[in-house]
């Protein structure tokens, strides 16, 4: 989750952190919820390619930690009633691409933006995309879990005793 204007009021009282990594307690586990930063991860890649967009969601989790304390959580299959939502969606997109292609002098600047954000909102983050990003991160040294985020998360921080603290990012 993000607070936006934070940072802003934080120098603003001239606020110092303990530690230059921003991490109290560097032996503490982070578990993390990649699709958290969705709207930054669909701003990386809508505004360029897979690798860009890969060095940016790096960046992102090591906000959260170092490589060994954070435990990145990948959502696996989507739910069948997000695959019909898709189906929707697609169709939706189809039919904007047809009648730019039928009429393209209907754009004026103002419409031209509404297309460009339409277009923007309507990316998802496929299967495929996310396991290209989580093999990515295994190969760089993250630790990487594909499975339904949030029970996976749950289920972590449930099992986890005091002696090995944790921070959980969702």
Same mark, same amino acid.
């Given at each position: 989750?993000?607070?936006r204007?934070?940072?802003?009021?934080?120098?603003?009282?001239k606020?110092?952190?303990?530690?230059v990594?921003?991490?109290?307690?560097?032996?503490?586990?982070?578990l &993390?919820?990649?699709a958290?930063?969705?709207?930054?991860i669909?701003q990386?890649?809508? *505004? =360029?390619?897979?690798d860009?967009a890969? %060095?940016?969601?790096e960046?992102l989790l090591?906000?959260?930690?170092?490589t060994?304390? &954070?435990?990145?959580?990948?959502?696996?299959?989507?739910?069948?009633?997000?695959?019909r *939502? =898709?189906?929707?969606?697609?169709?939706g %997109?189809q039919e904007l691409?047809?009648?730019m292609?039928?009429?393209?002098?209907?754009l004026?600047?103002k419409?031209?933006r509404?297309?460009?954000?339409?277009?923007r909102d309507?990316?998802t983050?496929?299967?495929?995309?996310?396991?290209?990003l989580?093999q990515?991160?295994?190969?760089?040294?993250?630790?990487v879990?594909?499975?339904?985020?949030?029970v996976?998360?749950a289920q972590?921080?449930?099992l986890?005793?005091?002696s090995s603290?944790l921070?959980?990012?969702?």
């Amino acid at each position: 989750m993000e607070i936006r204007g934070l940072y802003q009021f934080l120098r603003a009282k001239k606020y110092q952190p303990d530690n230059v990594d921003g991490d109290p307690e560097p032996s503490r586990r982070h578990l &993390v919820d990649v699709a958290s930063f969705y709207s930054k991860i669909r701003q990386a890649y809508v *505004a =360029a390619g897979p690798d860009e967009a890969h %060095l940016k969601v790096e960046y992102l989790l090591k906000q959260c930690g170092k490589t060994s304390n &954070v435990v990145a959580y990948f959502d696996g299959h989507a739910a069948e009633e997000k695959e019909r *939502a =898709a189906v929707e969606r697609d169709k939706g %997109l189809q039919e904007l691409r047809n009648k730019m292609g039928e009429r393209p002098q209907w754009l004026n600047m103002k419409s031209s933006r509404k297309l460009k954000k339409a277009i923007r909102d309507s990316w998802t983050w496929i299967l495929e995309d996310r396991q290209k990003l989580a093999q990515y991160l295994r190969e760089r040294g993250w630790t990487v879990i594909v499975a339904e985020a949030d029970v996976a998360i749950a289920q972590t921080a449930q099992l986890t005793t005091l002696s090995s603290p944790l921070t959980v990012t969702s």
